[in-house]
Structures are given as structure tokens and as C-alpha cells.
């Protein structure tokens, strides 16, 4: 077996990292506008902005309306942060010490549970929260049901806790499936309920809007499709005319020439058809690589596709370089991004596209890029 020399410096050699642009972002939320011009947004930044950092996420969201988190923490963090716009926490509060913390740092909370109506209506006199009122339309997971609309809405008029208008939310359990009518079935339930209010309403999730534009309403939440990401499992978010916010990238660290037979990673599941050159990338599932990525997933060597062989470790990957005679050691790798759809990825690797972006660990450097504001241009983010 022999091994290359470098090609480039040993500064190229660092692990992996996610460039992060900020105007793939604008670019996604404009597009949205124009699907549903008369609707508004409220962005969601969930989980760390589905894993492309919360905060700059929601710094470069200025078009947004409002953003969306899950847990109170999460909208306490932007608001310790300087982020002034209405943020929504759409699992609510599961505490009275929570619901504090949703008075003091002024955030929106979803309602969907009585335990958490009762908190409401003893809570200690303060200020009103603005609240949503959560329907279950059939997704059974959050949400009263319909026939418990007229008392909820009772309860929250009488209760001085509670801001005036109340705003009615549900949630869409099969619409990245186009062809499935239980969407159908949840907009007939939720139709019928948001006949008798007052308010405005929020259906739409990010397959929601692209595939059921009866459900854009006057509120949309667009998650995914704000990354650059597809939500349905057959297509990628640039068949939509969004553009990927990630490119997750690393180097080539090592080329080994091996041998016919000779078997690579972990296991040696993968044997050498014939003699050849065996690359090794700096990325693996400590970095949040899929470990079940299997032999053939495609990755870019200086731009050009070669397949991921043998197991994934957990701070390397090995790549076959047969196609690319030419690459040396601190060659570009990118595992995802805009020149590889992270759809196709995650297909390869049995897995949804959101689970790739959210697993990153916090071992990728993340780097982040705007040509509108051209000082944070490639500024590392720590």
C-alpha cells in the first residue's frame, strides 16, 4: 500500500465545517412570499434553526413575521439575544414557572393541553400572553379536539391572562404525501371549526404550502423548505427554486493505493474489485455524518462524484478515487450542500433530510457567508 503526498498546506487538513448562506436564506423566504403573497410567516428555528444556528438564522430572517420555536427555552435564548420580533413557542408551556418566563421575555405560546389552561386561568396577575389555540385534525399527537373548540374559547375570553385575539393553529400530519387524504380530511375538520372564529388562522407547515395551497390561510410555518430542503421524500428543494442554505464540506486527509481483495473500514465489508487508489475524508458520525450512509452514497471529490465505501467511523469516511486519478491528500470533500442535494443523502442513508442538517455536532466549524453584507463574508462563527 502507498500513500500520496499533500497537496496543500496543513492549515487546508481541519475537519469538517457547514458554510452557512445567509442569502440562500433571504432567497428561500422570498419565495415563500410569493406562493402565498397574502399570507404571513412565521419562520421556524426549532433545534437550532434546524441545525444552521438559531441566532443567525433569525438575525438574517428580517422579512419574517414571526419566528417559531419549540420549547420555551428556545425563544428565551432569542430574546436574550437581542431578537425583538414576536416569537411563537408552538409546544407551549409545561410549567408555571414556565409561563412565567413566557410573561417576562414577552413570547406567544401555543395552546394545546387543559393542564395548560388551568395554569392559565390561576396564574398570578401580569401581563396577557397572546395565545394560539391548537386544534387535532387527525395528526393525534398535540391539540384539543374540535368539540372542545366552544368551551376553550370560552375559558380564554374570561381569562385575564390571555391576550386578545385568540389565534386557531393545527397541524398537517400527512401533507409531504400528495397523495394521501387525510390532508384533505384535516382541512374539512378545521374548516368547519374556523367558520365559527373570530381570529386568524395557521395550517400550513412547509409541505403545506408548496403541495395544498388550501391550507395556506393567514398564517404560514414554513421549517424546512426556509433551509433549502425539500420536504417531500421524492424531490429536492431545487426543484422548487429554493437553494440550499448548508454546504457541509471537510478534506481528503489520506489516498491509500491498495490492492485487489483487500478489504476497507471497519468490518471490511467493502473488498477492493481491483487495484486501486482508496481516499479517506475528515468527517464521520461524531461530526454528524449518517453512520448508515451505505457503500455507493455519493460525495464530491474537486466537484466530481465518487462513492462512500465501506462503513462509516466515527471521524472518517473512505471514498473510492478511481474516477479521480488527479486527487491528493487536502482535496475538497463535500458530503452535502449546493452541488449535492442532501435529499439524495439522506435517501442513501435511510433517513429524512431534517435529521441530517439537525444532527451536525457542535465539532463542525461553522463558517458563514452573505455577499450582501460583505464583512460577515466566510466569518468563522463560534
Known amino acids: 500500500m502507498s500513500r500520496e503526498r499533500p497537496r496543500r498546506s496543513d492549515d487546508a487538513l481541519s475537519g469538517a465545517r457547514a458554510v ?52 420555551v427555552a428556545e425563544g428565551m435564548a432569542l ?23 413566557v410573561r417576562a421575555h414577552r413570547l406567544e405560546s401555543v395552546l394545546h393541553h387543559p393542564s395548560q389552561m388551568e395554569m392559565l386561568e390561576h396564574a398570578p396577575v401580569g401581563e396577557a400572553i397572546s395565545t394560539w389555540l391548537k386544534l387535532d385534525t387527525g395528526m393525534h399527537r398535540l391539540g384539543f379536539p374540535p368539540a372542545a373548540y366552544g368551551e376553550m374559547m370560552t375559558r380564554l375570553a374570561d381569562c385575564a391572562a390571555v ?25 374539512e375538520c378545521f374548516q368547519a371549526i374556523s367558520a365559527q372564529h373570530p381570529g386568524e388562522l395557521s395550517i400550513a407547515n412547509s409541505a403545506g404550502i408548496l403541495a395544498w395551497p388550501q391550507a395556506h390561510a393567514d398564517w404560514l410555518r414554513p421549517g424546512i423548505m426556509l433551509y433549502g430542503v425539500s420536504p417531500f421524500a421524492d424531490s429536492t428543494g431545487g426543484e422548487y427554486g429554493l437553494r440550499p442554505v448548508m454546504d457541509f464540506s471537510t478534506r481528503l486527509i489520506a489516498i491509500n493505493r491498495l490492492s485487489k481483495g483487500d478489504a476497507v ?11 486501486m487508489a482508496v481516499g479517506v475524508a475528515a468527517v464521520g458520525y461524531g461530526d454528524g455524518y449518517p453512520r448508515h450512509a451505505v457503500s455507493g452514497t455519493p460525495v464530491l471529490v474537486n466537484g466530481a462524484r465518487v462513492p462512500l465505501v465501506g462503513r462509516v467511523s466515527m471521524d472518517m469516511i473512505s471514498l473510492d478515487l478511481r474516477t479521480q486519478a ?56 463560534r
Open 79 to 101: 430574546r436574550r439575544a437581542g431578537i425583538n420580533k414576536p416569537i411563537v413557542v408552538l409546544e407551549g408551556f409545561s410549567s408555571s414557572e414556565e409561563l412565567a418566563e
Open 20 to 71: 452557512i448562506d445567509l442569502d440562500a436564506l433571504a432567497h428561500n423566504l422570498r419565495k415563500i412570499r410569493t406562493l402565498a403573497p397574502n399570507a404571513r410567516i412565521m419562520a421556524v428555528v426549532k433545534a437550532d434553526g434546524y441545525g444552521h444556528g438559531a441566532l443567525r438564522v433569525a438575525q438574517a430572517l428580517v422579512g419574517a413575521d414571526a419566528l417559531g420555536v419549540a420549547r
Open 163 to 187: 391576550a386578545a385575539p385568540v389565534r386557531l393553529i393545527t397541524h398537517l400530519a400527512s401533507a409531504d404525501e400528495q397523495d394521501n387524504p387525510q390532508t384533505l380530511k384535516q382541512l
Open 265 to 275: 473500514g471497519y468490518g471490511g465489508r467493502w473488498i477492493c474489485p481491483e487495484n
Open 326 to 381: 488527479t486527487a491528493r491528500v487536502g482535496d475538497p470533500v463535500l458530503l452535502w450542500g449546493r452541488e449535492l442535494p442532501v435529499e439524495e443523502v439522506a435517501r442513501a442513508a435511510h433517513t429524512i433530510p431534517y435529521e441530517l442538517t439537525c444532527k451536525l455536532t457542535n465539532r463542525v466549524e461553522r463558517i458563514e457567508r452573505s455577499m450582501v453584507n460583505a464583512s460577515r463574508q466566510d466569518a468563522p462563527l
